[in-house]
């Protein structure tokens, strides 16, 4: 089993950037495929960025590539979401999740993931 704890978010201004991290405790964090998620008011919770455990490969939304980075550092534990160039619709609660072992074509969809911790809520203002 592993625990996720979010971190980094805030308001920001349009253009700006913002760097979230998700600290994970407990088992392996090398033996989990990793993803980060959002939700917006009233919305589904959508799929943003995934990261393999194997390859480190990685997948994004097509509304956010080009601008999100996903990694991991695997000696701290702890995944990351790059924010660049954010806009207002990027306004949301995320998430990051994990699974233990790949992804395969499923990296987008929640049921994947087996661990989700609280979310962080990031605001981008106009």
């Known amino acids: 089993q592993v625990q996720l704890v979010e971190s980094g978010g805030g308001l920001v201004q349009a253009g700006g950037s913002l760097r979230l991290s998700c600290a994970a405790s407990g088992r392996t964090f090398s033996s989990y495929s990793m993803g980060w998620f959002r939700q917006a008011p009233g919305k589904e919770r959508d799929f943003v960025a995934a990261i393999t455990r194997r390859f480190g490969t990685t997948y994004y939304a097509d509304s956010v590539k080009g601008r999100f980075t996903i990694s991991r550092d695997v000696a701290q534990n702890t995944l990351y979401l790059q924010m660049n160039s954010l806009k207002p619709e990027d306004t949301a609660v995320y998430y990051c999740?994990?699974?233990?072992?790949?992804?395969?074509?499923?990296?987008?969809?929640?049921?994947?993931?087996?661990?989700w911790g609280q979310g962080t809520q990031v605001t981008v203002s106009s």
């Open positions: 999740a994990a699974v233990s072992g790949g992804l395969g074509t499923y990296y987008p969809y929640t049921r994947t993931y087996d661990y």
